[in-house]
T-cell receptor, first 113, second 112 residues
């Protein structure tokens, strides 16, 4: 069975500093990995995905994520955080041989000015 | 990305009644997914709806409580039946596209 873990309920970072939101996963086959962001009272927005290819994936709003197969991780990163990045972030995983996507519990990011 | 129109956007319902949520996609898709999200929490997959066949439900969700229709490749409905306050949540439909999953704007349901 597939699963995804976001070990941090909340991440606090100062504006201008780099940020990392952690995600680890477990699938039986090759993983398809996703990051989504949810702003208050708004729907889910797709940020980026890893299917195959380069381990470093670049996405929307300056975010990127690094796929690490040996550590089964897919951490979300941004070199310089903005206050407007404050939101709820979800990591999601799907087994390449299936069609069901499982979401992590979410990590709330607070960026302080 | 696909455009999904989901309605209603919110509703307040009496316990014991039912609410049907509709999702319309702007292009044909094989699978549509229905999720539930408690406010500020993660998404839980309710079921996967394929056109022309019965929906596949996840553990903890049953057809009698959450009947789903999928009459064609662009449309699906989810009904929340015999509602109780515990059903108060946000319900979202989703489709998979090449660049990821697209979600409807959600239906915020409050059962009183």
């Amino acid at each position: 069975a597939q699963s995804v873990a976001q070990p941090e309920d909340q991440v606090n970072v100062a504006e201008g500093n780099p940020l990392t939101v952690k995600c680890t996963y477990s699938v039986s086959g090759n993983p398809y990995l996703f990051w989504y962001v949810q702003y208050p009272n708004r729907g889910l927005q797709f940020l980026l995905k890893y299917i195959t290819g380069d381990n470093l994936v670049k996405g929307s709003y300056g975010f990127e994520a690094e796929f690490n197969k040996s550590q089964t991780s897919f951490h979300l990163k941004k070199p310089s955080a903005l206050v407007s990045d404050s939101a709820l972030y979800f990591c999601a995983v799907r087994d390449s041989g299936g069609f069901k996507t499982i979401f992590g519990a979410g990590t709330r990011l607070f960026v302080k000015a | 990305s696909a455009v999904i129109s989901q309605k209603p956007s919110r509703d307040i319902c009496q316990r014991g009644t039912s609410l049907t949520i509709q999702c319309q996609v702007d292009s044909q898709v094989t699978m549509m997914f229905w999720y539930r999200q408690q406010p500020g929490q993660s998404l839980t997959l309710i079921a996967t709806a394929n056109q022309g066949s019965e929906a596949t439900y996840e553990s903890g969700f049953v057809i009698d409580k959450f009947p789903i229709s999928r009459p064609n490749l662009t449309f699906s409905t989810l009904t929340v039946s015999n509602m109780s306050p515990e059903d108060s949540s946000i319900y979202l439909c989703s489709v998979e596209r090449f660049d990821g999953y697209t979600f409807g704007s959600g239906t915020r349901l409050t059962v009183v």
